[in-house]
């Protein structure tokens, strides 16, 4: 019938990929790979490298993973985290993707105070998350968490920016007094620089680690830590 309704939403692309798959097999290639290829493929291409990445990191962290449950699953699994233990709050959706941003109502500062030093840092300090999803087969789905992390980068560059404009500033007002000091001040732009870098890969690996383990949860179906979870952890604590 698809093919018989090319107007209908998709009916190309699955054609398409039965299609490729029938060729595939002819050819002898591994018919699960293909459908995993096909499956990346529909998730669309990630972001290209731009300017800072290699030193920052790039703008949006991404993981994927191959996890054996169906759409609804993942991505309801996911929601539950986000909302009741992130602090985040669904904004859009759709049958096979999502978008979450940060709360900020008091419920989402009251969850993100109690939550503090309990871990997954990087995650409560996103202004935003998305989840796309793509079925593979039957059993298995592919799940994409992308996180921005734009407004953290840009600190990070303001930061170094201004600590580094700073020994500039230092080194263009003592050339006219003496050479020692121009010596001495000159280092101050370059290391602002280096440690701005390095602390922006730290927390762009802190945070694709962060959503690793946030896909570890999804797939073991852990419940949610909530917020009456987490005040009775501190009144515990205060009673020791």
Known sequence: MTADHPAVPGASTR???????????????????????????RLGPTDPARRFDRTLGPRR????????????????????????????????????????RKRTDALGTVQRIARAGTGNVQLR????????ASVIDGGRTIL???????????????GGSVVGGLGVAVVASAAVLTTP?????????????AAT??????????????????LDTVERGVRPITLTDDVRR?????RR
């Open 61 to 100: 962290a991404a993981v994927e993973r191959i996890i054996g449950l169906d759409v609804d699953t993942l991505l309801g699994r996911l929601d539950d985290l986000l909302q009741r233990q992130h602090g985040l709050r669904r904004s859009r959706s759709g049958g096979d993707w999502g978008e979450w």
């Open 144 to 158: 994409r968490l992308i996180a921005d992390r734009t407004p953290q980068r840009n600190e990070a560059i303001a």
């Open 125 to 132: 300090r996103l202004q935003r998350i998305e989840a796309r």
């Open 181 to 193: 000091i121009v010596l001495a001040a000159t280092p101050v732009a370059v290391v602002a620089g």
């Open 15 to 41: 054609m398409s990929e039965a299609v490729l798959l029938e060729a595939a097999a002819e050819a002898g290639l591994d018919p699960d790979a293909v459908r995993t290829s096909l499956a990346i493929e």
């Open 234 to 238: 501190v009144l515990r604590q205060l």
């Open 197 to 214: 870098a390095r602390t922006g890969r730290r927390r762009h690996a802190d945070l694709v680690a962060d959503l690793e383990g946030l």
